[in-house]
Nanobody
Framework: QVQLVESGGGLVQAGGSLRVSCAAS????????MAWFRQAPGKEREFVAVISWSSTFIYYTDSVRGRFTVSRDNSKNSLYLQMNSLKPEDTAVYFCAGGALTQEERDYNYWGQGTQVTVSS
């Protein structure tokens, strides 16, 4: 069983920065991609970014491209999301997911519990 635990969420003013992390433990799920999703209040969960095992393939949703940076450290079984120039519309619970290399949440078998990011205007 693989466990994913997010951390680093919090409250930040618009224009500020925040980095969220995801630590994987337990049985490893192989050399697969990992992704970040988010869910804003009253909305469905949406794709944010995906990164391959080797970090050679990275893709962002349009609304965060140029502001967010996804990275991973396989030696630490960790995934990161650096968020800059944050906007109030970035407010959401951020989830990490593992086991695929797509934008579709149904393709991922492993999920964290989420971490809240709130951006004040």
């Amino acid at each position: 069983q693989v466990q994913l635990v997010e951390s680093g969420g919090g409250l930040v003013q618009a224009g500020g920065s925040l980095r969220v992390s995801c630590a994987a433990s337990g049985r490893t799920f192989g050399r697969t991609g990992m992704a970040w999703f988010r869910q804003a209040p009253g909305k469905e969960r949406e794709f944010v970014a995906v990164i391959s095992w080797s970090s050679t393939f990275i893709y962002y949703t349009d609304s965060v491209r140029g502001r967010f940076t996804v990275s991973r450290d396989n030696s630490k079984n960790s995934l990161y999301l650096q968020m800059n120039s944050l906007k109030p519309e970035d407010t959401a619970v951020y989830f990490c997911a593992g086991g695929a290399l797509t934008q579709e949440e149904r393709d991922y078998n492993y999920w964290g519990q989420g971490t809240q990011v709130t951006v004040s205007s």
